[in-house]
């Protein structure tokens, strides 16, 4: 166990859905980094936060956002789902700034129909 | 050509058997270097960190990183079948996100 939460463990939605993705980094660690898992893409970095503020981002779409609140969990949100938005969806958290030893949770798997 | 490269696999070896999975990268600035363990349809844990070159040791596992021919090598001795699972190499300059390889997919055979 990491100590990296994520909530739901599997969503099952449509296309033109939004849909909201829960991580609690593990105590003590202030950044909090986005991934996704497809088959064909293997792990693409999305978004990272530390301590509420955006710090990088990678691939990700204008129809995805996320934020870091004050009790640092995040929240990364997809809108208008597409079939290719089925993937795994990891959370990662680390101490500080800089992107090493990240924890990753136990992932969300999203399937869009 | 992507910035890391990793054979998929699947590699198959006998149980005890020693295993030595590799990476390989373009970017000379890559300084931090980790291998990941995921098993099906889970988080990657974290197995391994190493800074610059050099080996690292931990239990079974060995960490290499040759940074002037610009490779990684993890080795696990005597493979038990509980090792079976997609080891996944990752790399970062300290200042940009983690870089992942595609990952390898071990099966350790009883």
């Known amino acids: 166990d990491s100590g990296v939460t994520q909530t739901p463990k599997h969503l099952i939605t449509a296309t033109g859905q939004r849909v909201t993705l829960r991580c609690s980094p593990r105590?003590?660690?202030?950044?909090v980094y986005w991934y996704q898992q497809s088959l064909d893409q293997g792990l693409q970095f999305l978004i990272q936060y530390y301590n509420g503020e955006e710090r990088a981002k990678g691939n990700i779409l204008e129809r995805f956002s996320a934020q870091q609140f004050p009790d640092l969990h995040s929240e990364l949100n997809l809108s208008s789902l597409e079939l290719g938005d089925s993937a795994l969806y990891f959370c990662a958290s680390s101490i500080g700034t800089t992107n090493n030893e990240q924890f990753f949770g136990p992932g969300t798997r999203l399937t869009v129909l | 050509q992507k910035e890391v490269e990793q054979d998929p696999g699947p590699l198959s070896v006998p149980e005890g058997a020693i295993v030595s999975l590799n990476c390989t990268y373009s970017?000379?600035?890559?300084?931090?270097f980790m291998w990941y363990r995921q098993y099906s349809r889970k988080g990657p844990e974290l197995l391994m960190y190493t800074y610059s070159s050099g080996n690292k040791e931990d239990g079974r596992f060995t960490a290499q990183v040759d940074k002037s021919s610009k490779y990684i090598s993890l080795f696990i001795r005597d493979s038990q079948p509980s090792d079976s699972a997609t080891y996944l190499c990752a790399m970062s300059t300290g200042r940009r996100a983690l870089t992942f390889g595609s990952g390898t997919r071990l099966q350790v055979q009883p």
């Open positions: 105590s003590g660690d202030l950044s």
């Open positions: 970017n000379s600035a890559f300084q931090y």
